[in-house]
């Protein structure tokens, strides 16, 4: 263990804005559920309407979890929060174990490091308790931000303790596939399967088969029933899980070759690179796993949220929220909510246009870019290759993700019509989406270092529909997103005008960043 502290102090410093990141987001995740639910019901009575109609929905139940006390604010916090909540822990520990131990074994870091005096398992140890403190910082903010807000203190102190758990859990799942994998792709493609795996056992189990829900960490969290009787044993499940995992970690650590795992890389199919002889090919290569994410997780998204039907009239009833969505878009409550939704799915769906236009910058950065350009292949080529999978890739995750909402839509309503008009309503927000990406295009050809800085678009994005009215923001601000300039479908009727003018913006950037590239050096 020698030189653990040190590695460990260097560890701190490298993930303390992960550290901030994730741990507000998870708590503003967990009491924002208190502050939606206490602005949206007027009376008891309301609620207690509104509750029956969650606990009888199957599919909200499959989203979400067991139906308990929803009738009360904490029970909706633990039933709203919980499963996400331990997802997104599991995702902060996943890339805390991943990135200081297989990408820093793959990179050949680590083995420098090794060549120092210090411990066989000093960085191993050093990351697996920075993803412990990580989780501990995350459950102490759920819980603290909940009790502040005036909820139980000992079922918040519970939903905190049980969310640190998770983290630590999926810690031990990420530390065992790191010494099964090769790659850091790989390690968080196993971690993250086992998160997805979880999260389909719990939902299988908890409409149709408990017995399955056992099976799942995130069931076992549920089950510690904060808000609705709450029980600490099921902590133990996951502290158990914790150990073992990590034990295993260790000892696979311990018997495999340095530089490799146990799962053998296995080569590609006879064949595969003739894919890879244009720039089309090597991009839909190196882009298709993200690209692939992207898609099943807005199809999923959309259906998650489709299946509330027509019920949103009901749940959302004659409180202040139904009132607020039909001044500020229009229509009826029902076209108001989705045409709410219909613009967070699109701007969910331009992280990743960002992502997919910053990719080209990773290849430049990580040295492989200039190797392909002293060969035949051209670096506009090259970039345009990525250009078009950047673009037919944001087309299609949009159209997934409306396909996904009209569908549950349609299944639950009988409104069979609804899958094309909500996949139609989804495809209206191209140019917006098109648009965040081309300036991440234009940031990389013109400032590479600062390309990073195009993210703030979507961040841009996100306070102007979630806060911009509520906040009052000064209109030129709230202009600078391209959401702001187009229809909110389905409650407005669709506008060719802003549709046209934002896809040649997005145009014009894009080729202004190609342009640019081509007449820079190569970083």
Same mark, same amino acid.
């Given at each position: ?118 411990? #066989? ?16 910082? +995350?459950?102490?903010? +759920? ?6 807000? &005036? ?14 758990? !998770? ?35 719990r939902a299988i189990?908890?409409?149709?088969? *408990? ?5 799942? *960490? ?13 029980r600490w044993w ?6 158990? &899980? ?12 311990? #018997? ?12 590609? *199919? ?108 051209? #670096? ?27 569908? !549950?839509?349609?299944?639950?309503? &009988? ?47 996100? +306070? ?16 600078? !997103? ?7 479908? *389905? ?5 060719? +005008?802003?549709?046209v003018a934002l ?21």
């Amino acid at each position: 263990m020698t030189g653990t502290l040190t590695f460990l102090r260097v560890f701190l410093r490298r993930d303390r804005w992960l550290y901030v990141a994730f741990g507000i987001g998870t708590a503003i995740l967990y009491v924002s559920q208190g502050w939606s639910v206490d602005g949206l019901y007027a009376t008891q009575a309301e609620f207690d309407k509104a509750a029956a109609g969650m606990e009888s929905n199957a599919a909200f139940v499959a989203m979400a979890g067991p139906a308990r006390a929803l009738n009360t604010t904490g029970g909706q916090v633990a039933w709203q929060a919980t499963a996400f909540g331990a997802i997104v822990v599991g995702l902060m520990a996943m890339l805390i174990v991943g990135r200081h131990t297989r990408t820093e074994e793959e990179t050949g870091r680590d083995e420098l490091l090794r060549a120092a005096p210090v411990g #066989r398992h000093a960085t191993t140890t050093a990351a697996l308790v920075d993803a412990a403190l990580a989780s501990v910082v +995350v459950g102490v903010l +759920v819980a603290g931000s909940l009790v502040a807000y &005036g909820l139980a203190t000992a079922d918040s102190v519970g939903l905190g303790v049980g969310a640190t758990l !998770s983290g630590w859990f999926f810690a031990g799942v990420a530390l065992l596939a790191a010494q099964l994998t090769s790659s850091a792709r790989a390690t968080y493609g196993l971690t993250g399967a086992v998160i997805g795996l979880s999260y389909g056992l719990r939902a299988i189990g908890d409409v149709s088969a *408990p017995a399955l829900s056992w099976l799942s *960490p995130i069931g076992w969290y549920q089950a510690m029933h904060a808000f609705s009787g709450l029980r600490w044993w099921p902590a133990l499940l996951l502290v158990g &899980g914790a150990v073992a995992l990590a034990a295993a970690g260790y000892a696979v650590f311990d #018997r495999r070759d340095f530089g490799a795992g146990v799962l053998a890389t296995r080569p590609g *199919p006879a064949g595969a690179g003739r894919g890879l002889q244009s720039g089309l090919g090597l991009a839909w290569r190196l882009q298709r796993p993200a690209f692939l994410g992207w898609a099943l997780g807005l199809a999923v998204g959309g259906l998650s949220f489709g299946v509330m039907g027509n019920d949103v009239d009901a749940l959302v009833g004659d409180s202040d929220l139904s009132q607020e969505l039909i001044l500020a878009v229009g229509g009826s409550v029902v076209d108001a909510f989705y045409a709410m939704l219909v613009a967070m799915l699109a701007a969910i769906a331009g992280g990743f246009a960002i992502s997919s236009a910053l990719r080209p910058y990773a290849e430049e950065e990580a040295d492989r870019l200039e190797p392909l350009v002293a060969t035949a292949l051209p #670096r506009s080529r090259w970039l345009l290759g990525h250009v078009a999978v950047t673009v037919l890739g944001t087309v299609v995750v949009l159209l997934l993700a409306g396909l996904g909402l009209g569908t !549950s839509y349609a299944l639950v309503t &009988g409104d069979g019509s609804a899958v094309v008009r909500m996949t139609a309503d989804m495809a209206s927000y191209l140019p917006a989406v098109l648009v965040l990406s081309a300036v991440a295009r234009l940031l990389h050809g013109v400032a590479p270092r600062a390309s990073r800085a195009a993210w703030l678009g979507l961040l841009v994005v996100w +306070v102007v529909m979630m806060f911009g009215e509520v906040l009052r923001l000064p209109q030129w601000l709230q202009d600078l !997103s391209p959401f702001e300039h187009l229809a909110l479908v *389905p409650a407005e009727s669709f506008d060719w +005008v802003p549709f046209v003018a934002l896809s040649l913006l997005a145009l014009a950037l894009s080729v202004a960043g190609q342009l640019a590239f081509r007449r820079r050096d190569i970083h």
